[in-house]
């Protein structure tokens, strides 16, 4: 009997290390005849060499998610991508240097390539003790938020950008990283890094965030004056966040990383 539980933990164990490289969150972007798209997967262990998440791809303010079920065979993956409405897609994923390549095809035809990169932690500076101020905090928006842009133009140029904001549980605020890409018929590139400037400013005022129903506001402390400054609404559904600004009715959804 222990011989046999001995071989059965063995062969779980065998069977998450060859899932092992496809496991954890990856970023990149699916690219097809219509250009390309920023898009985020999350992949999980369901053992016996299965792997198991979801695919994100952004369009403009619209995010279409599918749930993503393959099996492993060392450095490849080939499952399947389903849509909510039911559609089913092929998809065929290898593995290398940290890296995700992958096929996504529809009756035999493939219609998408993307490429991924694993999701590395920004490294954060040591914390520094905060008093606690008694305020709310909604705590789904405790993280990191990052809003997706995506253009393109009749010259066949395309890209996207990016930016993060990281929400702390104590109601500070810190910069999540930005980036952005171009491609055009001769031509790419991408960029990473730089600070958000209004980020720095609401940092630099000592400001904390706290909610009061779904109103997100800032506290602002100026010549020891306390002031609540009413920010934007926020509604949060399924890893993304709408914020409609107070005062000017702008929206801005972002995704939880």
Not at 46 to 55: R, S, Y
Request: hydrophobic share 30%.
């Amino acid at each position: 009997m222990k011989t046999l539980i001995y071989l059965s933990f063995f062969f779980m164990s065998l069977s998450e290390t060859i899932a092992q490289n496809f496991i954890g969150n990856w970023q990149g972007q699916v690219q097809g005849s219509g250009g390309a798209l920023q898009a985020e997967m999350s992949i999980s262990s369901a053992g016996n060499n299965q792997i198991v998440g979801q695919l994100h791809v952004h369009s403009g303010a619209n995010l279409e998610s599918y749930e993503l079920k393959c099996t492993v065979n060392t450095y490849n993956a080939s499952g399947t991508l389903s849509y909510k409405d039911g559609t089913v897609f092929g998809l065929e994923m290898i593995w290398q240097n940290n890296t995700i390549q992958q096929q996504i095809s529809y009756n035999n035809q493939v219609i998408l390539q993307g490429s991924f990169s694993k999701k590395t932690e920004a490294t954060k500076p040591a914390a520094t003790s905060t008093k606690p101020d008694g305020l709310f905090r909604d705590p789904n928006l405790v993280g990191t938020w990052t809003h997706h842009e995506n253009y393109s133009s009749n010259g066949g140029f395309y890209g996207g950008s990016s930016t993060s904001i990281v929400l702390n549980a104590d109601g500070t605020i810190d910069n999540g990283g930005s980036s952005a890409y171009v491609s055009g018929p001769n031509s790419s590139g991408n960029s990473s890094g730089g600070d958000n400037s209004v980020i720095a400013q609401i940092k630099a005022a000592g400001a904390r965030w706290f909610t009061k129903g779904n109103m997100l506001y800032w506290r602002i402390t100026i010549n020891g004056k306390v002031t609540d400054v009413p920010n934007s609404k926020y509604y949060i559904e399924k890893g993304a966040l709408l914020l409609t600004d107070y005062n000017t009715g702008k929206k801005m959804l972002y995704y939880k990383k």
